[in-house]
């Protein structure tokens, strides 16, 4: 596998469900990034991790709880989802260099959610 | 605050060239980007231009940038029904130690016979 990876690519799930997205980067970054996109907000960053430690909670609601146990790896757990939450959730990985650097993120294909 | 607007839809006919505008608003942003996200994909990096620069091309593609008025720009020339896509300008903010994109809202380009 090369690039970075999203499972499932389709989800569909009740709102009293449990469930996870999982990203996976094979390009030796050190950031990772979830983002959701709808068609009323199209792309919307949600959480920010760098060096394992999350920088950035953008105002996303708790029901949506990320987890990064590594630098490869990132997920994001979804419990009570609301109907609203239908989108693509799309995971990037970029190299984090300090300011002003150059900082091409690399995305994934995304999950799309459909909440019942 | 930062800001990044782009128009939402682009129709053109193949073959013509097509331009697509953005307008940041970060003048600390040191490289600017454009992305293409074909259906059912995600976002892939197109091109991207150092904030020192006026102009950058690559074969089919070229962006201008105008520092002053914080616009920035993407022409496709020879547009082919493979251009077909949603292009996201970005713009680069440094904040809370890290880097950022704040991406604009995405221009919908469809080519036509």
Request: proline share 6%; glycine share 4%; hydrophobic share 35%.
């Given at each position: 596998?090369?690039?970075?990876?999203?499972?499932?690519?389709?989800?569909?799930?009740?709102?009293?469900?449990?469930?996870?997205?999982?990203?996976?980067?094979?390009?030796?970054?050190?950031?990772?990034?979830?983002?959701?996109?709808?068609?009323?907000?199209?792309?919307?960053?949600?959480?920010?991790?760098?060096?394992?430690?999350?920088?950035?909670?953008?105002?996303?609601?708790?029901?949506?709880?990320?987890?990064?146990?590594?630098?490869?790896?990132?997920?994001?757990?979804?419990?009570?989802?609301?109907?609203?939450?239908?989108?693509?959730?799309?995971c990037a990985s970029s190299q984090e260099t300090g300011w002003g650097a150059y900082n091409e993120q690399f995305f994934g294909p995304g999950t799309r959610l459909t909440v019942l | 605050g930062e800001d990044v607007e782009q128009s939402l839809f682009l129709s053109v006919r193949e073959g013509d060239s097509s331009v697509i505008n953005c307008t940041y608003t970060d003048s600390s942003s040191t490289y600017l980007y454009w992305y293409k996200q074909e259906p059912g994909a995600g976002l892939q990096l197109l091109t991207y231009i150092f904030s020192n620069m006026d102009m950058k091309q690559d074969q089919r593609l070229t962006v201008l940038l105008n520092k002053k008025d914080k616009h920035l720009s993407?022409?496709?020339a020879d547009t082919q029904t493979g251009d077909s896509?949603?292009?996201?300008?970005?713009?680069?903010?440094?904040?809370?130690?890290?880097?950022k994109l704040i991406f604009g809202a995405g221009t919908r380009l469809a080519v036509h016979p």
């Open positions: 596998e090369t690039g970075v990876t999203q499972t499932p690519r389709h989800l569909v799930m009740g709102m009293t469900n449990k469930k996870s997205l999982k990203c996976e980067q094979h390009l030796g970054h050190n950031a990772m990034y979830w983002y959701k996109q709808s068609a009323k907000k199209p792309l919307e960053l949600m959480f920010v991790y760098s060096l394992e430690e999350r920088v950035e909670n953008n105002s996303v609601p708790s029901r949506f709880s990320p987890e990064c146990p590594n630098s490869s790896h990132l997920f994001l757990h979804l419990h009570t989802l609301q109907p609203e939450d239908s989108a693509l959730y799309l | 993407l022409r496709i896509a949603i292009y996201f300008c970005a713009e680069s903010a440094f904040s809370g130690g890290y880097n």
